[in-house]
Nanobody, 115 residues
Framework: QVQLVESGGGLVQPGGSLRLSCTVS??????????MAWYRQAPGKQRELVAS???????NYADSVKGRFTISRDNAKNTVYLQMNSLKPEDTAVYYC???????WGQGTQVTVSS
């Protein structure tokens, strides 16, 4: 059974940083073959793609986070990360980890950017 567990969310002031982690279990070593992504959903808004990373390490970002967020992966730990810098109040949302082109999602982690 594939499970995704996110961590690292919290309350941070504008301009601050957070690093989200998503550990995937139930896939064994084939995790390295999966493209992974981070999505977010703010109150009253649709879920949107924030960043994605392919099995070979190619990355893609939403325009709103380019230059501020970095997605990475550690295949030895079956973990994908989202480093978020220069956070803004509009980054406030629940952040979800996803195995791309699947219905495997994490439970989400809340990120709140507020002074």
């Amino acid at each position: 059974q594939v499970q995704l567990v996110e961590s690292g969310g919290g309350l941070v002031q504008p301009g601050g940083s957070l690093r989200l982690s998503c550990t995937v279990s139930g896939t064994g070593s084939i995790f390295m073959l999966y493209a992974m992504a981070w999505y977010r959903q703010a109150p009253g808004k649709q879920r949107e793609l924030v960043a994605s990373i392919t099995s070979s390490g190619s990355t893609n970002y939403a325009d709103s986070v380019k230059g501020r967020f970095t997605i990475s992966r550690d295949n030895a730990k079956n973990t994908v990360y989202l480093q978020m810098n220069s956070l803004k109040p509009e980054d406030t949302a629940v952040y979800y980890c996803n195995v791309q082109r699947s219905n495997f999602w994490g439970q989400g982690t809340q990120v709140t950017v507020s002074s």
